[in-house]
């Protein structure tokens, strides 16, 4: 497999679902074929129908999502002002890359829960603060 290259400020990966009958499995953070940092953290998170999560950026964090069940936009707006709206979902599983500086919120626009997992190259630390406020990608029409 040909290592990727992430492209700033934000970029995503199709990932390969294999399914048969017991369900579906797909492969999220393949550290050294995906090129990703492995010195971070591994999360997850819900986002209820209708609510938004994030809006904000890092100057030192880079990360990425993918998710897991249900369905989501990830909203990106780059430091030039550039904005982004990529879907992800289980059925179509992607990886979705937000650089540093790169404003990034998720939004649930379905009317069952999303869940999502995540990873940041640099683990949460509340004592080094690293997350500024940012409203994303300002003129989506966010609708459920």
Not at 17 to 24: H, N, V
Not at 30 to 55: A, C, M, V, W
Not at 95 to 118: D, F, M, P, R
Request: aromatic share 12%; with cysteine.
């Amino acid at each position: 497999m040909k290592t990727k290259i992430w492209k700033a400020p934000f970029d995503f990966l199709n990932l390969k679902s294999y399914e048969d009958k017991r369900g579906i499995l797909f492969e999220i953070l393949r550290f050294k074929d995906y090129n990703i940092p492995g010195s971070g953290q591994l999360y997850t998170f819900s986002i209820e129908p209708g609510q938004r999560r994030g809006d904000h950026f890092h100057l030192k964090k880079q990360e990425w999502f993918t998710c897991v069940h249900g369905k989501a936009t990830v909203l990106l707006t780059s430091k030039d002002g550039e904005d982004k709206a990529i879907e992800i979902s289980a059925s179509n599983p992607k990886i979705v890359y937000a650089a540093h500086g790169t404003a990034h919120a998720l939004i649930n626009n379905q009317k069952s829960v999303s869940v999502i997992v995540s990873y940041g190259s640099k683990q949460h630390n509340p004592t080094d603060k690293d997350t500024y406020k940012k409203h994303t990608y300002p003129s989506y029409k966010h609708i459920i």
